[in-house]
């Protein structure tokens, strides 16, 4: 029986637990169980000096504080700053983790787009590459200005608005203005000729409870492979209004980046212990360009080509309002209004007769010899094909929590409109006036082709409501639902010609309307002793279908009208139950020189059901020109694993963190792809770009004005395809940095003075980073490790 979207919400017994754990007591009440959705800024845990904080729930949560963010790197993505926390696999081509192209995040064996984002509350979406419904946090906020970053790294809370949280949630929050009026200005310089400007102006407290900041940056930092430039700017601004009634965030940011792309290298089999460790491209060297293509080396290179440059430009506005009003003492209501707008495109430059190209540009020009088709494209042997992207978004969240004797009850809802459009576009690239990735094609040509052009709309709906119920001062229950619905439609103003996909006929135009009304969560919380706490927890979630034509496995990217119909007829969202069980704690030591210890191991069980795979009708897709695919479900996932973290605190001065973990996610049946079917054999294998084995360390010291801190990250074996025939080899790298704050006495105008030294791949180490899994057997795509890099920051306080 499927429930109507107005009788889904019912009252659940449970309780939820949110209390920073340094500060939690037996006898506190129970905050609510969703920050995102209840709090404007929830109560950061206690700043003891480590990289880790335990959290009071019944779930697996760690925070990261944001001076612990800048430590790691100034200006780092706050994805990149989780990659410190236990169970995470994070890899980037670029020092920052900014490059969305190339990320890899998994966390407990699910990848990046099967995980829940917000920025405040805000849903950031599912940061699939080509983004159609949302945006990256490091897009979203400006790296400085985080807060903090919370991992949930089993389940996310029930209220998080995402519709893709199946294996837990990513939640980044903005820090408040301060309390007293100040400046702060930090430059950041360093190897490849990086250049990070971040200026801040805090108003300090005014008027009757008023508060505001206003920052901005600039970032410019050369390539490492090849001469582009990557960086943009940024600006946002918070205002809080905080009183016995209320409290008033409004927060806006503007976000204009162009971040030319590192380009994967194509392994075989053959090639596996030989492929190229880079393919930079040529760009500006335009004559370099077309001397390599007339030369034996292109000749000779097959799928590592080298392109002219490939670059992703995106410039979005973000903006909300919330209102969290304390109806009494015992009644809170939460309203947040958002709104977000994209404009994007991604670019690639490069050779016209690769990749399925002159199959492509036959079905357009099928009267033109290979001389004439170069001529049409501006006579270089290159094109430009892009991919350019709009994104409108508003929505709501609302929250009402009750406090009813022994009972916090949590009510509430989210509701978005989404509007998006891709265009695939191609253009000429004139060898007279060469065109650059800081350029969009569009805004001084009209294309020599568009391929496509799809519009679609979403309406997402989500309920929620639980009960957090204190049986004992030392014993909370938890238990809770959510709903969620999902409207789509595509239209497809511009229809490719048929065959111009491989095996395609058309995109498909039409609706798909999902939901899943019962999503269940129950946990248990014991206070065993003052200073240990056992949780145990179970929760279901869903994946609702992804909708772009361009990026994701989206049914709107099916390549017929046919496949669509029977895609809706037969295809479910794929679906995970999430079992977590473990033990923190937090004490005081008197141990010699060692004086405090935090830590906390979980064990998690994941069925994973409805595991969505694009299974190609013939043997072959090409990247550049993509292949229609059948998508289809392929069976299911059994994941079992361990994480286990803690930090050793030496006195005030001195801490060592390590985290270890132990994942093993493997698939439960075979599947069939191909005309005539072909059977892959994949039960019992592994889920490829998950390791095994996980170990971070940081180690941290202070004294006086100093600081100084050395992190360590074991990466383990991954396999590189389904078959689990090809992998990349496990590796170690590691981080440094030394710092110094120092104060400035006298009543002068600088308050402050910070220095900082950041030294990444401290090693130099080189080894596959983020890879693109292989469909079947016999290859994948391997991006490189960034080599060593030295940056140098210096701020000053006013």
């Known amino acids: 029986m499927v429930a109507s979207r107005s009788s889904v919400i019912a009252i659940a017994a449970c309780l939820a637990c949110t209390l920073p754990l340094a500060a939690a007591n037996a006898t506190d009440v129970a905050t609510p169980a969703s920050d995102a959705a209840t709090e404007a800024a929830p109560p950061a845990p206690a700043d003891n000096g480590g990289i880790i904080v335990t959290a009071r729930r019944t779930r697996s949560v760690l925070t990261l504080q944001g001076a612990e963010i800048q430590k790691i790197m100034p200006g780092a993505s706050p994805l990149k700053a989780i990659q410190t926390l236990p169970g995470v696999t994070f890899m980037t081509a670029d020092p920052w983790g900014n490059n969305e192209q190339n990320i890899s995040l998994f966390i407990h064996g699910f990848s990046a787009s099967q995980l829940g984002y917000t920025m405040d509350g805000i849903p950031l979406g599912d940061q699939t590459y080509g983004n159609y419904n949302g945006l990256s946090p490091q897009r979203a906020i400006i790296s400085e200005d985080v807060g903090r970053v919370t991992l949930a790294s089993g389940a996310g809370d029930l209220g998080t608005a995402s519709t893709s949280n199946l294996g837990g949630t990513i939640d980044t929050y903005s820090s408040d203005p301060k309390a007293e009026r100040g400046a702060t200005i930090q430059q950041t310089f360093g190897s490849y000729s990086t250049f990070r400007t971040y200026a801040r102006v805090d108003s300090g407290t005014f008027g009757n409870g008023n508060s505001f900041y206003v920052s901005g940056v600039r970032q410019d930092a050369k390539a490492w492979d090849f001469d582009g430039h990557q960086g943009g700017y940024q600006a946002d601004a918070k205002f809080v209004h905080d009183d016995a009634t209320g409290k008033l965030t409004l927060y806006a940011l503007y976000s204009d980046k162009a971040e030319p792309n590192e380009d994967a290298s194509v392994v075989t089999t053959a090639t596996q212990g030989s492929y190229p460790y880079t393919r930079p491209f040529y760009y500006p060297d335009f004559a370099g360009m077309e001397n390599y293509l007339k030369s034996g080396a292109y000749a000779a290179a097959g799928s590592n080509y080298r392109n002219y440059y490939s670059d992703a430009q995106r410039t979005d506005y973000l903006a909300y309002a919330k209102y969290d009003w304390h109806i009494s003492d015992r009644v809170n209501w939460s309203n947040q209004a958002y709104y977000h707008h994209d404009d994007g495109v991604g670019v690639v430059a490069g050779p016209i007769n690769v990749a399925g190209l002159p199959g492509l540009f036959a079905k357009y ?3 033109l010899t290979s001389a004439q088709l170069s ?8 094109a430009t094909r892009t991919t350019e992207y709009r994104i409108d978004r508003e929505g709501v969240i609302s929250t009402l929590t009750a406090d009813l004797g022994n009972h916090h009850i949590e009510a509430g809802g989210w509701y978005e409109h989404q509007s998006s459009s891709s265009y695939r576009r191609w253009y000429a690239l004139d060898a007279n006036d060469p065109s650059s990735p800081y350029t969009r094609p569009g805004d001084y040509e009209d294309p020599e082709i568009t391929q496509y052009g799809s519009q679609v709309r979403v309406e997402e709906y989500q309920t929620h409501i639980q009960d957090n119920w204190h049986v004992l001062p030392t014993l909370t229950l938890m238990a809770g639902f959510k709903s969620t619905f999902q409207d789509a439609s595509q239209k497809v103003p511009v229809q490719p010609i048929a065959g111009s996909f491989t095996g395609s006929t058309a995109l498909p135009v039409g609706k798909i309307n999902t939901s899943e009304a019962f999503l269940p969560q129950a946990g248990l919380l014991w206070d065993a002793t003052p200073h240990e706490q056992i949780f145990v927890n179970a929760q279901k979630n869903v994946r609702q279908f992804q909708t772009s034509a361009s990026s994701g496995l989206s049914p709107f990217a099916l390549g017929s009208q046919e496949v669509f119909d029977d895609f809706k007829n037969s295809v479910k969202p794929e679906t995970s139950w999430t079992y977590e069980a473990g033990a923190r704690t937090q004490r005081a030591l008197d141990l010699g020189p060692i004086t405090g210890f935090e830590g906390q191991i979980s064990y998690y069980h994941v069925d994973f059901k409805n595991r969505l795979l694009a299974l190609s009708p013939t043997t072959v897709i ?64 592994k889920v490829p770009g998950s390791p095994d084995w996980l170990n971070k360390f940081v180690v941290s010291g202070n004294y006086g004005i100093f600081d100084a801190q050395l992190s360590g990250d074991y990466i383990g074996k991954r396999y590189a395809t389904y078959t689990n025939d090809l992998s990349a080899k496990a590796y170690f790298t590691m981080a440094a940095r030394i710092g110094a704050t120092i104060p400035m006495s006298g009543n002068g105008v600088l308050k402050q003075l910070t220095l900082a030294i950041n030294v990444t791949n401290l090693t130099d180490k080189k080894a596959a980073s983020t890879l693109s899994i292989g469909a079947a057997s016999g290859t994948y795509n391997a991006f490189p490790l960034p080599p060593r890099q030295v940056f140098g920051t210096i701020g000053f306080g006013f």
């Open 365 to 367: 020009f099928p009267t």
């Open 375 to 382: 001529t049409q494209f501006g006579g270089s042997g290159l």
């Open 622 to 685: 090409t990247s550049i020109i993509s292949g229609a695919a059948v998508l289809q479900n392929v069976g299911s996932v059994k994941t079992d694993g361990v994480d286990i973290a803690g930090t050793l605190h030496f006195g005030r001065h001195f801490s060592i963190y390590d985290a270890v973990s132990y994942n093993n996610s493997r698939y439960e049946q075979n599947y069939q792809t191909g005309l005539p079917a072909v059977t892959v054999l994949t039960k019992g294998k």
